[in-house]
């Protein structure tokens, strides 16, 4: 039997301070706070010694939120904390805590007392009747996670990714749950190693190592609002410049400058687009960062000119090891200022990564951080336009890679971290890691080009990493199992905070064949994030190397990515704005719609557009769930009523794609690259059915001008019935300057389409169709 240190008791003494109570129940001691009606957060820690602010919290703070109104009352059992949007109930006798909604329905509520034991604690929650997790961060396996155990440790995993593969580089111990009418959501403050164990049927229950039980609790009703809710506690997105919105090219490695421009050349002369290329680690001296092999690129400066003026941006990887080398300036330097990551006698902490033995940044320091933002001043400075971070778990080895690298590992749990006023052990601030060293180069980006957009990807991260970064999967394989796990994957991502995400297209190990290049293609180019990368050793996999028909397929389907930029882009805002995810799974626009719960290989991108792709090889055909409502096929027009499963052909040239009846698609032309062209004409693909409401955003796509008010939005109002159609297009709004442009009306009525043509100078106009529906 374990003995345990402490376990609720009952409620001794209470103090109540208008939107906070405290509560005495036995050793431990709880908080209760109402950050908005909507949100609460608990506090439980024995002895009653909260802890206080660090410099790295990732949720807002309580004083960030304006104080709430709730009120306290008592029965004889209980006490009840109502806000106007729900309740929590704290049992007198046992101090057990029940949410209740307005109609009496409970959710997180406690199956039996948190237990704290020596380093530990842990807490169970039943599951109600019905309910559905998701979320958790990034994880394979299927998108709902019932039956799942899913620790949260940053990790390069060893193994390849399977179902069962966990953890991996990402902790976001972040979830969401459907409910029977309403959704809630959930982020457990807690940034040591911990776990969500789902294994029991109708309990979840919570471990982690730390004393504080802090855990915030969002109520939706709708799983949008509490999305946003957490959104507004974890952080949003800030815009990313447009660019990034493009098609990003990678490989492991492409290593020369000869070679990044035949690249570029190529994707050029056929009229494929793309804006991004990567240079992976071989672009570096020796792996040191900071550095360019001068053999390789002999010119940095004037390569990045070059292909800056062809319309590519590059980024380049960077990865947290610091060569031990006392002829390297970056290694002296952080040496002398004693940055490096240090054990609890001051020894530094020293691993083998690519530069061989390496030292590790404390990004946990602000001083740290800018150092290395200072550092990176000199690549931004020399034209490089993003910043990739790898390894930055981190993942450190035993050996050098010249002897195999022996075990995969991470900085020893009993290093030092922190500022001198905050030291706390790396076991604390491990899971931090990648999201400090992101936010140490996007605040460096921000700093080299103070009114710019920076870009950064990362691959670890923990809540709150979409900040400062967009993020990828890590390293998967060329097969049709991670094409497929992809979705679900990037679903669960934007439900657990971060938006922009992509996995790499084609695969990362392995070699794709030209047909699963092709699906792959297909839905990547609808990928929030969308970059083609493959390892080392690996097959090239560009998109003109499997032959003119998957060529072909590549082309098509990212100038639709393109031509659907301001769709997209908007969508995005949406994401900046209110952490809505930009992949959402169906059942977040159809939460009453029981059949969506589990669809993980059907997304919607923003509220309208859902894809449908082929992740079987040799399939032609596919079952599709259309969600109650009507539908259209995006290429014949074609109408269905939903509520139902069809039979979707799918050529090999044909990826499934519907909207919603009832959609305002704003198009541009296609483009080679991003903002190649003005928007002209700008298109408004209407698709009748349901009233529609769509607001176009637009600004200058690579300045802060946003942030200070320069931004256009303009809505877009579909109505009608079985005989007409109509759209209400509002004055334009904000004061970012558009020129006058051509604006296409195509009303998609099935599969006549009607269009109107008209001078868009910003202002209100009413357009009308007359419907030929059963012509
Ligand atoms: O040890 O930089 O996930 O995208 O190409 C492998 C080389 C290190 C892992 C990344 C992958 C990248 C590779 N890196």
Redesign the pocket.
């Known amino acids: 039997m374990i003995k345990a240190r402490a376990m609720l008791g009952a409620v001794r003494e209470y103090r109540f301070l208008g939107s906070e109570l405290w509560v005495d129940c036995g050793d431990p001691h709880m908080r209760v706070t109402f950050l908005k009606p909507e949100l609460v957060r608990v506090r439980i820690v024995p002895g009653g010694d909260f802890e206080e602010e660090h410099s790295w919290d990732v949720p807002l703070a309580d004083e960030a939120f304006h104080a709430v109104e709730v009120n306290l009352q008592q029965t004889q059992h209980a006490l009840f904390l109502n806000s106007a949007a729900f309740t929590v109930r704290i049992d007198k006798d046992t101090a057990l805590l029940e949410m209740l909604t307005t109609d009496g329905k409970s959710f997180f509520t406690d199956a039996s007392s948190p237990v704290w034991e020596e380093d530990r604690y842990w807490f169970t929650k039943r599951i109600e009747n019905g309910e559905k997790y998701y979320g958790f961060g990034e994880r394979g396996g299927r998108m709902e996670k019932q039956g799942q155990t899913m620790k949260n440790w940053a990790t390069d995993p060893s193994e390849p990714h399977t179902a069962f593969v966990d953890p991996m580089y990402m902790a976001i111990p972040v979830y969401l749950v459907m409910s029977q009418n309403f959704a809630y959501g959930v982020y457990v403050n807690s940034t040591w190693e911990s776990t969500f164990d789902l294994s029991k049927s109708g309990q979840l229950r919570f471990e982690s190592l730390g004393d504080e039980l802090d855990v915030y609790i969002a109520y939706g009703p709708q799983p949008l609002d509490v999305l946003e809710h957490l959104s507004e506690l974890l952080g949003r997105m800030p815009m990313p410049p447009k660019w990034a919105l493009g098609y990003h090219q990678s490989r ?1 490695s492409y290593g020369n400058e000869q070679e990044v421009r035949k690249l570029v050349s190529t994707f050029r002369e056929k009229e494929i687009p793309c804006d991004v290329i990567h240079l ?2 071989d672009y570096m001296d020796n792996y040191k960062v900071f550095t360019w092999d001068d053999e390789r690129f002999p010119t940095p400066q004037r390569m990045l000119e070059d292909l800056k003026r062809k319309n590519f941006r590059v980024v380049t ?1 960077i ?1 947290p090891g610091v060569k031990v080398d006392p002829n390297y300036a970056v290694y002296r330097e952080g040496m002398e200022r004693a940055y490096f990551v240090r054990d609890a006698r001051g020894k530094i902490c020293s691993g083998y990564v ?1 530069p061989d033995e390496s030292v590790f940044p404390d990004f946990s320091r602000s001083e740290v951080r800018d150092w290395w933002g200072d550092w990176q001043h000199g690549l931004i400075e020399q034209g490089v336009c993003g910043i990739w971070n ?2 930055n778990e981190p993942t450190v080895f035993e050996k050098p890679f010249s002897l195999g690298g022996g075990r995969g590992g991470t900085l020893p749990l009993k290093a030092e971290q922190g500022a001198a006023e905050e030291v706390t052990t790396h076991a604390e601030l491990h899971n931090l890691y990648g999201s400090q060293m992101a936010q140490a180069s996007y605040t460096g980006m921000r700093k080299s080009k103070p009114n710019e957009r920076a870009f950064h990807l990362t ?1 670890s991260g923990f809540a709150g990493i979409q900040r400062w970064s967009a993020s990828w999967m ?2 998967n394989g060329s097969c049709w199992e991670h094409l497929e796990m992809s979705m679900g994957q990037l679903i669960n991502m934007g439900i657990s905070g971060v938006p922009f995400v992509g996995a ?1 297209i084609g695969g ?1 190990f392995g070699n794709a064949t030209p047909e699963l290049f092709a699906r792959w293609i297909q839905i990547g180019s609808l990928y929030p994030f969308s970059r083609g ?1 493959s ?2 050793g690996t097959i090239a996999q560009e998109p003109w190397q499997f032959g003119e028909e998957v060529e072909n397929i590549a082309r098509e389907y990212l100038s639709l990515r393109y031509r659907l930029m301001p769709y997209l882009y908007s969508v995005f805002w949406k994401a900046s704005q209110r952490g809505y995810p930009i992949w959402r799974s169906l059942f977040l626009h159809y939460p009453e719609d029981k059949q969506t719960a589990h669809i993980d290989d059907q997304v919607l991108i923003g509220r309208y557009l859902m894809a449908a792709p082929i992740l079987k090889p040799g399939q032609t055909a596919r079952q599709v769930y259309l969600p109650e409502g009507t539908w259209y096929d995006w290429w014949d027009g074609y109408r269905y009523e939903g509520g139902r499963y069809i039979l979707a052909e799918a050529p090999i040239q044909r990826m499934p794609l519907y909207v919603r009846a009832g959609a305002v698609i704003p198009m541009g032309p296609a483009m080679q690259y991003v903002d190649e062209k003005p928007l002209e004409p700008l298109s408004l693909h209407l698709f009748p059915g349901d009233k529609a409401d769509f607001t176009l955003y637009e600004d200058d796509g690579v300045s802060l001008d946003y942030e200070r008010g320069k931004f256009a939005t303009t809505r877009y109002q579909l109505r009608g019935d079985d005989r007409m159609a109509e759209v209400e297009i509002f004055e334009r709004e904000g004061n970012y300057e558009i020129p006058v442009r051509s604006l296409h009306v195509i009303l998609r009525d099935g599969r006549h389409y009607q269009q109107k043509q008209f001078v868009d100078s910003g202002n209100a106009r009413i357009v009308q169709f007359q419907r030929m529906i059963g012509l």
């Open positions: 492991w992976d680690i990887i990865d690519w790898d390894m691959r890590g390293d790499d990362f990368h390892c080392t």
